[in-house]
């Protein structure tokens, strides 16, 4: 089984709806998704409670109860995991980056957005953890400020396809589907999204092999 951490020490750069989107594209490319919700905020299980449909599943777990969590969702047949992460340097989020073979780290194109990122970037390497970076809620369109937080990343770290700001996200989250149910330019855009994780793990494990 595989899992998937959304962290960032700061609020607001749209974990939960990330996590969301990925979770219901990966079911619907074969997954096995459990998606679990560490944020006492409960966004993510918010969400899940207004999801119609069962899959994919969604819990809010405790912190210290994520390794053993962890480890059943793999007995039980699960080949991914999901997890989100509250907007603050807490154990909860080291606790997510030590289970997760790929952190996400969503960012907005701003300033105060990407000097955010210091402390989870810090935090990921003292765990000698696998990362990236996901330019998030970005305008559509040719853009200098997205240019030049693209630069900026790439050199902390890999840069994941860039997300564009789009309604369709907001609906899909109130009415408790994932984007791609939705259909559009966000559905494609968060499918790819999807796939290069895929390919990112696929490609951390063959290094990590070769060391």
């Known amino acids: 089984m595989k899992t998937i951490a959304f962290v960032n ?3 607001g750069t749209g974990k939960s709806t990330l996590a969301a989107a990925i979770g219901v594209a990966a079911e619907a490319s074969g997954e096995k998704v459990f998606m679990i919700d560490l944020d006492p905020q409960g966004s993510l ?3 899940g409670e207004r999801r119609k449909a069962d899959t994919p599943a969604v819990d809010r777990i405790a912190p210290d109860r994520l390794p053993a969590a962890i480890a059943g969702l793999a007995a039980g047949g699960y080949t991914l995991a999901i997890i989100d992460t509250p907007g603050l340097d807490t154990p909860a989020t080291a606790a997510a980056m030590r289970a997760a073979d790929l952190s996400l780290i969503p960012a907005r194109a701003s300033t105060l957005d990407l000097e955010a990122t210091r402390p989870t970037l810090a935090a990921l390497a003292r765990l000698n953890r696998a990362y990236a970076f996901v330019l998030n809620s970005c305008p559509a369109g040719r853009s200098g400020r997205i240019a030049d937080a693209s630069r ?3 050199l902390l770290g890999v840069l994941a396809p860039v997300m564009v700001q789009r309604m369709e996200h907001v609906d899909a989250v109130g009415l408790g589907l994932g984007v791609t ?3 559009g330019k966000a559905a494609d855009e968060t499918n790819a ?3 290069w994780i ?3 793990i696929s490609i951390n494990e063959q290094t990590q092999a070769v060391a």
């Open 198 to 200: 895929k390919q990112r």
């Open 152 to 154: 900026a990343l790439s």
């Open 9 to 11: 020490s700061k609020g």
């Open 45 to 47: 299980s918010a969400w």
């Open 181 to 183: 149910e939705l259909g």
């Open 193 to 195: 999204l999807w796939i």
